[in-house]
């Protein structure tokens, strides 16, 4: 069950990945090689934090198990701490009690992390508009992949799985290190 | 060597006498893995005993009450979909039942049975993923990935008559969205087999179990008078030994043509919640192969204006039909004022709705009396006492379902 | 107790009887539309009439259905309590309401009766602010505390939002109706 996976088109997706990287001045070779096997490293090894709370958490359980299978896509671990996960799935309806409950979770998880946005309550507050919804998991906290649907169908959440894999395989570790390490100092000593 | 006298065990200490322990307050939730559904309950526990334990909930309050009262009676249909998002099709059931009651009709034959079939395949489901939540939280992962099959092909099925998987939409007050697709009956004795043969399963898988009798028996066990008191209803209350069930005692749709047991436990313990819902999910496969058997041809909804939309044939064609489209859609479904209850047996159990009408084209006031809200207001009461560790499987058997206790 | 139906229903002439023999004139109004029979009794008599129910051995109404409150804004008195019983031996249905005004929005706690009656109550309390005398433990329980208001009330609009974390985006456009 989900075992047959098939390793040599994995090592040739590797090699392709660092044959990509163009012989260019040496300074940038190394990078761009780098960059391009952590993503691919990462892409296939995600693992989620499923923040269930309403009807898409059904859709959600049926992605996970037999017939659709996430574990195909390297996401099939769910850790239940957000210190260990780096993948925030917001899974339903977020009103305003649960609010403060999402950011803590949000603000919990290291670097780097991304949120996907499950459904359509989660991405726009859906056909709920009142005193108690949130319009959108994206007014708590930054939202990376949208998945529309109430609530999506499995196919439609694997395919927004494939999309967050392609920005994570696009998103380049070094610059983002570098960006982070540049706020940081920023922080650490003011402004210049 | 005085270190090493000081550091092994005494001769004086009794071992058998209790340690001392102080109270500690422990938070379960509202984010935790074995509470599906987003649920706090804030415990104080002496040792491993639970002292004191308070529940709060709320963190799926979407305001269905105030959303139904800003929409037309067919626009509420789709919210009352995402009720108890695990059986959809009962709470659009109740709905339009409801709504009917206000102008009296009644619905053709073919509707009738209709529902109760979708109907009774929606409980399947329901108690499909409570056991297999409930099991998966007990530590056993196969029953929950053989139900999840079992609760696949239905959706599939569904999704063939509605058009969607899981949020419906699919009754109307006066009759269906839509007749059966072609090819229904013969999809469905396909999966018959298939569903009672991953009950089997399961039942192989647990019934016997040790590991989780250990866990449910005697655990969460509640009497008759208490279960009562707490004005629980469906499955729970089955199983402290009372045979209410709505089907039976106030029949709807077609269950008074269809011949179907109560399943009734005893103690009102996990074990027993767990053993009348296999029973429910045997006794709703009979209920769908008689409705096979009976189900009438003809028309799945009422010939009656005041309620459904004409044929679109009449709407091109005809000024009446044309302004009877118009003012249906736009003004909404008008019944005359006053109040109706109206109880379904959903999967948790008695699911009524209180609809106020005020004369006009939405409802005053719609009130859903949640069977789950009741039965988890007993939680504090079940759990004092008991383990740390059991709160989950008495937590797993009650089956919470957010959307429908906290609408 | 075994299971329900296990006598014949009390009709509901007899019944509107046995209480007027007993309390006198408690019931304001009653009627039976939609084959729901539904009486309106005084509210300072409230907690006594449905002791009387419950406990009354011709009638027995012994399980509390559904407790909930409606918002007539604009008429006098304001709100009215609705309760649904059910007499578990006869199949017996019947609908109690009392009529409650906004200035003293306070009715008796049904808590010593049915311990269903406590969540419920806190609920109508959470969501319209009627005030229950003789409830042990009147919070909220769907909203916050931090919540103002009764958001069921009909003057409550639809969309007043109340953020408990500071919002990354403003929830809708400013000139777009609440």
């Known amino acids: 069950m989900g075992l047959n996976i098939d390793y040599e088109h994995l090592n040739q997706e590797l090699k392709d990945t660092l044959q990509k990287a163009r012989p260019a001045p040496p300074s940038g070779f190394v990078m761009a090689k780098l960059d391009e096997a952590i993503g691919w490293a990462r892409k296939y090894s995600i693992f989620q934090y499923p923040f269930v709370t309403a009807c898409c958490g059904m859709e959600f359980m049926s992605v996970a198990v037999s017939h659709y299978d996430i574990d195909r896509f390297g996401a099939g671990m769910p850790r239940f701490t957000p210190r260990q996960a780096d993948v925030l799935f917001v899974v339903g309806t977020i009103n305003h009690k649960q609010a403060p409950i999402l950011k803590r979770v949000y603000e919990q998880m290291c670097e780097p992390k991304w949120v996907i946005a499950f459904g359509a309550c989660a991405s726009s507050g859906g056909f709920y508009d009142n005193y108690t919804t949130v319009r959108g998991a994206d007014k708590i906290i930054p939202v990376d992949i949208y998945i529309p649907g109430c609530p999506p169908r499995p196919e439609a959440v694997l395919d927004g799985l494939i999309m967050l894999q392609a920005q994570i395989q696009q998103e380049g570790y070094m610059n983002k290190r570098k960006a982070l390490r540049k706020q940081g100092l920023k922080e650490l000593h003011g402004q210049p | 060597m005085d270190t090493e006298k000081s550091l092994s065990p005494s001769a004086e200490v009794d071992i058998l006498e209790p340690t001392e322990t102080r109270r500690m307050r422990v938070n379960v939730g509202p984010s935790h893995p074995a509470m599906h559904g987003v649920i706090q309950i804030v415990v104080e526990v002496e040792g491993e005993t639970i002292v004191y334990s308070d529940t709060n909930f709320g963190y799926l309050h979407r305001g269905f009450e105030k959303e139904c009262e800003n929409h037309t009676y067919q626009l509420c249909i789709p919210y009352t979909d995402r009720l108890n998002y695990v059986s959809p099709l009962i709470n659009n059931e109740g709905f339009c039942l409801a709504v009917e009651k206000f102008f009296g009709v009644d619905v053709p034959e073919r509707c009738k049975y209709i529902r109760t079939m979708l109907s009774e395949l929606s409980r399947i489901s329901d108690h499909q993923t409570c056991i297999g939540a409930a099991a998966m939280e007990l530590g056993a992962f196969t029953p929950f990935l053989y139900l999840m099959k079992g609760r696949e092909l239905i959706y599939r099925i569904l999704e063939e008559v509605t058009g969607h998987r899981l949020t419906i939409n699919y009754m109307r007050p006066g009759g269906l969205a839509a007749n059966l697709p072609e090819g229904f009956f013969e999809h469905l004795r396909d999966i018959i087999p298939v569903i009672r043969e991953v009950t089997s399963e399961t039942d192989k898988l647990l019934t016997k179990n040790r590991i989780f009798i250990d866990r449910t028996r005697n655990v969460g066990a509640i009497s008759k008078e208490d279960a009562l008191s707490f004005s629980y209803s469906g499955p729970c209350l089955r199983a402290c030994g009372v045979a209410y069930d709505v089907r039976k005692a106030f029949p709807y749709s077609a269950y008074d043509r269809v011949d179907f047991e109560v399943p009734v436990g005893s103690t009102g313990d996990t074990l027993d919640r767990y053993l009348v819902r296999m029973g429910e999910m045997e006794q709703s496969v009979r209920i769908i192969e008689q409705c096979m058997r009976q189900i009438p041809d003809g028309p799945v909804s009422v010939n009656d204006p005041r309620v459904i939309l004409p044929p679109k044939q009449e709407v091109y064609h005809t000024i009446e039909g044309l302004v009877n489209h118009f003012k249906l859609v736009y003004e909404g479904i008008r019944p005359p004022k006053g109040e109706v209850y109206q109880m379904v047996e959903g999967g948790n159990g008695e699911l009524g709705y209180y609809i106020v009408s005020d004369g006009t084209g939405r409802p005053y006031r719609v009130r859903v009396r949640p069977p789950c809200f009741m039965i988890v207001s007993s939680m504090d009461f079940m759990i004092k006492g008991a383990m740390m560790a059991d709160i989950v499987p008495v937590f797993g058997s009650l089956n919470m379902i957010a959307g429908e206790m906290e609408r | ?178």
Request: charged share 30%.
């Open chain 3, 1 to 178: 107790m075994a299971s329900p139906k296990t006598s014949a229903p009390v009709a509901f002439s007899s019944l509107l009887s046995v209480i007027k023999g007993h309390f006198g004139e408690v019931v304001l109004a009653h009627r039976s539309d939609f084959g729901d029979d539904t009486i309106v009794v005084q509210r300072e008599r409230w907690l006594d009439v449905l002791r009387f129910l419950k406990d009354a051995p011709s009638l027995a109404f012994n399980y509390l259905v559904d407790l909930t409150c409606v918002d007539y804004f604009g008429q006098e008195p304001r709100f009215e309590m609705v309760v649904h019983l059910l007499a578990f031996e006869s199949g017996k249905r019947l609908r109690v309401k009392a009529r409650i005004p906004e200035e003293d929005a306070t009715i008796a706690s049904l808590v010593p009766l049915w311990r269903s009656a406590n969540w419920l109550e806190r609920e109508v309390y959470d969501m319209f602010g009627i005030r229950f005398a003789g409830h042990p433990d009147l919070r909220r329980i769907l909203m916050y505390d931090e919540f103002e208001g009764y958001p069921l009330r009909k003057d409550y609009p639809l969309k007043k939002s109340q953020p408990r974390v500071p919002l990354l985006s403003p929830e809708r456009e400013e000139e777009e109706e609440i």
